[in-house]
């Protein structure tokens, strides 16, 4: 800059000092009003915008597909999946169906609510499902059981199960050629479980070989809701969560075995904004008090300290009017523009107090050294304010909406910062009337420590280049981790129950979606996709309609003759008998087969059996309620029969059925009113992994691109957002580098500026990738914080060292350099205490902070000064 306009500068930054002190009160009258103004206004207009599928822009090719398979399939988005799990498939079947039914029942809070796998259709036509071998497996083990089905239905009581038991143990009903290992250690698990008090449910869908039959896990149903959000509020769904958990704990507590955990896209949202509100509330204090205490260490008085803070908190409450009037709403991007603002914005505060408390230490007057701090930094502070708004401002014109916004606040924000470091703060100190303060150096750092920089320049200059090459080495390793559950807290139940499911073949939540105009077309391309390797199988609605229908229907029928109306008799109590007696019966029984063996069971098991019947007799008839625990064990054996006999009599009546005959209640999920189809690919692996998730994304996109689905939404977002990024910060470094050439008038001075800049951010990367600390949806929003830190830095250190220093004063001894380190030191506290989150975006962002604003503190204070040096020393 020329001498001309640096004379101009100090004029007006002079006559802008002087206005303020002449009506410093009326200026502080006015920042409350305004303040209050905008508190108020802020308070009545800010909306909250949670949905985080409108980040990032609508008309990119990704996000139009999401959209319309959104728009044809409403029902699945934005869902609850609330993971029903137990140790039998009829407890999760009951569970789920009751906590399904109770869920529909409020519409206020859901509009949508069904089992995929489990509904009266399926049921009713399940046999028809399996193959015929399959089916014919089933029967028979069906057949062999009929006798002691047809005994329970006229006995139905434990005493005549365990008669039939006997009869077939000691080898007088040649009709029972059933293996009775399976029944036999069933029942001893009850009498275990009883005695310890556990709960335990004999499943006799595994006994009758149910469960094999089926391809799916039975032992865990998948209920999918909508609930009806409002995106509004911080917590859009909280409402429909509170209601559904509190009918999961109502299940959960009528059966203790039956487990119910709660995630999808919803649910981990309504987590994450859970941990955000816990963990900020803890870091937020915890990093107030330390940056209060450093404050207090740089400025050594209260009254500056409290200066600095209300002008903070001051400009944080204008920047967020500013953010209500310019955009309205905040994302869950955005809304980090305040940590953005108090990490920038207490700079200009720290280096204006440093600089008064220099001048008065060097004797001058109150008045004088406010106005000799404004003059000296006024321009300075102007162009850091300057070049930090560019490198937001060019996130404004990107396809990432949540961050052009945030680019947008922000950028306001500094403006608003230096207008209320420069007018309020200005202000404050004439009106606090601080009284003078006793000289004392400066900075207590020996010469040899704040000569280094200068004296070492060469060895400095040679070793910064070094790892600048060989941090760029570093950058093809750099990589953006753009799976969202990544970023969450990995022990929240939603993450954990989400992640589960990731595992699995058939359940995975990151299945991808395809669409189609015709049932023939979806065929034709559900045939494709799934011939490659990263699939599992394609479904569609031809998936509904079962093969072979005649020649199952024949097993059926003649699965149903042998059966009998036997199997439609259990819809009733079970009847009173004497179970003691019944156990001392059977236990007679298996002493005389263990006397002389049948084969039909193992003679381990039945030792083992014959000893716990002893004991759970002695320890049923020494407890007060003898007749309590002898009807629990009734209920451990029989409570589950009824059911499953239930389900085998409705599976009996299966009948011929086409595509037509298939309920609208399934329908509607595979095509929609508008008449596209729906295909749904299931991953073959496991996508917690990245690897399988980007090869299953890929390959199945080399079919059909327009599929949707989070492992291709993940992916094209990451692509977007590192696209965005790395256009916005070269726009940003160009403009910035033209703009400081073009005020600055020197290409050195403006190098100077940069250098280390590029530096702190070549070695911030190369950490980065050593400590496996990926960049992700979180702490990229970082990068601007770090970028204008490292900006506003250079630019106070070269200003300082272009007005000269005194004859014995070193550049780290002055209070530009104490500005430089303190206002480092407070962004870097109040922001490494979120590396101890739990919410794992956040705290790495934490840890990204941490290395960063290191980096650019030691490129600042060490590297600058040594390139500055016109003369290098030998």
Known sequence: MSMRSANIMDKFFYWWSTRVLRFAWLLIVFFVLLCATSLHYTINNLGVNTDTSTLLSQDLPFQKNRIRWENAFPQDAATILFVVESPTAEQTSMAANTLATRIAANQQLFEYVYIPDDNAFLKQQGFLYLTPEKLEDLSAKLIDAQPFIGYLSQNYHLQGLLEILGKALDNTDDNLPMNLDPLLEGIEQSLVAVQLEQPFALSWQKLLDFNQASDRNTLRSIVSARPIADFNSMKPVEKSLNFAREIAREIQAKDPQVSIR??????????????????????????????????????????LVLCTLIVLIMGLILTAGFATISVGHLNVLSVAFAILYIGLGVDFAIHICLTFRECWENNMSSEDAIKKSIIMLGFSLFLCALTTSIGFFALIPTDYEGVSELGLISGG??????????????????????????????????????????????????????????????????????????????????????????????????????????????????????????????????????????????????????????????????????????????????????????????????????????????????????????????????????????????????????????????????????????????????????????????????????????????????????????????????????????????????????????????????????????????????????????????????????????????????????????????????????????????????????????????????????????????
């Open 262 to 303: 709660i995630t999808g896209k919803k649910a981990l949202e309504e987590d994450e904004m859970r941990v955000l509100a816990e963990d900020t509330v803890y870091s937020g204090l915890l990093a107030l008090s330390l940056i209060i205490i450093v404050l207090f260490i740089g400025l050594r008085s209260v009254k």
């Open 413 to 874: 924000g500094m403006f608003i910062g230096l207008l209320v470091s420069l007018t309020l703060l200005p202000a404050l100190l004439k009106v606090f009337s601080i009284k003078q303060l006793r000289h004392q150096q400066v900075t207590s750092l020996p010469d040899w420590v704040s000569s280094f920089p200068f004296r070492h320049a060469r060895k400095i200059r040679y070793a910064s280049i070094f790892l600048a090459i060989s941090a760029l080495f570093s950058l093809h390793y750099v990589y953006l981790d753009s799976n969202p559950v990544n970023l969450r807290d990995p022990n929240s139940e939603s993450v954990v129950a989400f992640k589960d499911l990731l595992k699995s073949k058939t359940r995975s939540p990151f299945v991808l979606i395809a669409l189609s105009d015709s049932l023939a077309n979806a065929e034709k391309l559900a045939s494709e996709i799934q011939a490659l390797d990263t699939v599992n199988k394609t479904i569609t609605l031809q998936s509904f309609v079962a093969k072979d229908q005649q020649e199952k229907l024949e097993i059926i029928e003649d699965l149903s003759l042998v059966m009998g109306p036997e199997s439609n008799s259990f819809d009733r109590p079970l009847e009173a008998a004497d179970s003691r007696q019944a156990l001392l019966e059977l236990q007679t029984k298996i002493g005389t087969a263990l006397a002389h063996p049948t084969g039909k069971a193992s003679v381990e098991l039945l030792e083992k059996l014959h000893r716990h019947i002893t004991e759970f007799i002695v320890f049923a008839d020494g407890g007060e309620l003898s007749s309590a625990k002898y009807q629990q064990f009734d209920a451990s054996v029989l409570g589950l029969f009824p059911y499953t006999m239930q389900r085998l009599n409705t599976g009996l009546q299966a009948y011929e059925f086409g595509l037509d005959d298939i309920p609208d209640y399934i329908s509607s999920n595979w095509l929609s009113p508008s008449g596209v189809y729906k295909i749904i690919i299931d991953p073959k692996y496991d996508l917690n992994k990245a690897e399988n998730l980007k090869a299953f994304a890929i390959e199945v996109q080399s079919i059909d691109d327009s599929v949707t689905g989070l492992p291709v939404s993940g992916l094209a977002a990451g692509d977007v957002i590192a696209e965005v990024f790395i256009q916005s910060f070269t726009t940003a470094i160009l403009v910035i580098f033209l703009v400081l050439l073009i005020i600055l008038k020197s290409f050195r001075n403006t190098l100077l500026v940069i250098w280390p800049l590029i530096l702190a951010g070549l070695l911030t990367a190369a950490t980065n990738v050593l400590l496996d600390n990926p960049f992700n949806f979180a702490n990229i929003i970082a990068l601007p914080l770090l970028m204008g830190m490292g900006v506003d830095s250079g630019i106070h250190i070269m200003h300082r060292l272009h007005a000269g220093l005194g004859p014995s004063e070193h550049l780290l001894q002055t209070s530009t350099a104490r500005g430089v380190f303190f206002s480092s030191l407070t962004t870097l506290l109040s922001f490494t205490s979120l590396a101890f989150t739990n919410h794992q975006g956040i705290a790495s962002m934490g840890l990204l902070l941490a290395i960063g604003i290191s980096f650019t503190l030691i490129c600042t204070l060490v590297v600058l000064p040594a390139f500055s040096v016109r003369r290098v020393p030998l």
